[in-house]
């Protein structure tokens, strides 16, 4: 214990000496938790631009343009010119734009099917997916009311026109976020995946920085020769850091923001501490297989980055190609993602989540596998230092 306790005071004193460990943990997380706590404030996005080309100019191509306006997600842009809307489509000033043609109202009258176009910029995905949800949305509502028009000219009963126009009633409830708030959504495991980059890419450099100043050695006498002291204490602080930073993370979207959470917030506290040691074991595992500071940092923040996109959250797992659905389980952003929703949505208890537990836990038996190399590397100091 004593040795331990010596490289725990050692590390202490080169996490003082070096700020780039206080920059690149607290000043990171801290940056991105502002960034994009403060980008999603407002949960829905809303007034999203939308233009329109009106070429008809009746009472019901007006309605229609009134209606888009007043919705939540819509902002309506008016164009004289269909080239001009699509120019500024194309350029990002809108996300999409709708044509209404000469003889819109026309055709509906008589009886002739009309047809409404519209264009969606969907290289921004959200805001493309919105515009469109909402354009369609608009349109069937049009749709519904013309079609009201023409069965009261006929005669027909308003209970009777309802069945024709929506003879099956939706009754939507969406689970765990009502309302529809894309930062409960995607904060949740945005931040902590930036918390998981850290860990990973931190433990890399603490790890490796002692090969690449040469200071291996030195460490080694501290703990009489024995690497598992050495990296015990030498991950020990870190360890502590990087848990208190996610629960503090924690606490600040589901206590003070209010996320929703079906569950107990010491479940949460329990995912951010085994995702914050399976990261460090992850971490340690690459700067063992690749003892160069350099590779290993490289490795370390492609793994990283990896790890947002096969996390699932984005895009479903399952909707993956098979061999890469088997490559996602790599990742412990992945594991901690399937213990967040079953607590988050579901409140499931350690019944939901116990193979996440399990597999979380995999990642701290990985490291031992290889020690014997890094600890060779640390003895014998045979790798590159540039």
Not at 49 to 62: F, H, K, M, W, Y
Not at 124 to 144: H, P, Q
Not at 193 to 220: D, F, P
Not at 292 to 318: H, K
Request: proline fraction near 4%.
């Amino acid at each position: 214990m004593r040795s331990i306790y010596n490289v725990v005071r050692r590390e202490l004193l080169i996490i003082r000496k070096r700020p780039v460990y206080i920059l690149a943990s607290l000043g990171v997380l801290l940056v991105n938790t502002v960034f994009y706590l403060s980008l999603m404030q407002d949960g829905l996005p809303h007034d999203l631009p939308i233009g329109l080309v009106d070429e008809d100019q009746s009472s019901t191509s007006r309605s229609f343009a009134t209606q888009l306006d007043a919705t939540q997600l819509g902002q309506v842009i008016y164009y004289d010119d269909l080239h001009l809307a699509r120019a500024d489509m194309e350029t990002g000033k809108i996300t999409a734009f709708v044509l209404i043609p000469e003889g819109f109202n026309a055709d509906i009258q008589a009886n002739r099917q009309p047809h409404l176009s519209y264009y969606v910029n969907s290289l921004y995905f959200v805001g493309g997916a919105l515009a469109y949800k909402d354009i369609l949305t608009m349109a069937n509502l049009t749709n519904g009311a013309v079609q009201r028009q023409v069965l009261r000219a006929k005669g027909v009963n308003e209970r009777e026109i309802r069945g024709r126009i929506q003879p099956i009633v939706l009754d939507q409830h969406q689970i765990g976020n009502p309302a529809t708030n894309y930062g409960v959504y995607l904060n949740g495991v945005i931040l902590p995946g930036v918390l998981e980059m850290i860990v990973i890419l931190i433990t890399i450099y603490a790890v490796g920085s002692e090969l690449k100043y040469g200071t291996s050695k030195h460490l080694m006498r501290t703990t009489g020769g024995s690497i598992e002291k050495a990296l015990l204490g030498k991950l020990l602080p870190y360890n502590i850091i990087f848990t208190a930073l996610g629960i503090g993370l924690e606490l600040l979207l589901f206590h003070w923001l209010q996320y929703p959470l079906q569950g107990s917030l010491w479940w949460m506290f329990l995912d951010i501490l085994l995702l914050v040691t399976a990261s460090e074991a992850l971490g340690l595992l690459i700067i063992e297989l690749f003892p160069v500071l350099r590779l290993a940092i490289s490795v370390g923040a492609i793994i990283s980055v990896l790890g947002f996109s096969l996390a699932g959250f984005s895009l479903p797992v399952s909707s993956m190609p098979p061999y890469v659905q088997g490559f996602s389980a790599m990742f412990p952003l992945r594991h901690y993602y399937l213990f967040h929703v079953q607590q988050t949505l579901w409140g499931s208890g350690f019944a939901g989540c116990w193979q996440e537990i399990v597999h979380l836990m995999v990642f701290m038996l990985l490291p031992p596998l290889f020690m014997r190399r890094l600890e060779d590397a640390y003895v014998n100091q045979n790798y590159e230092r540039d």
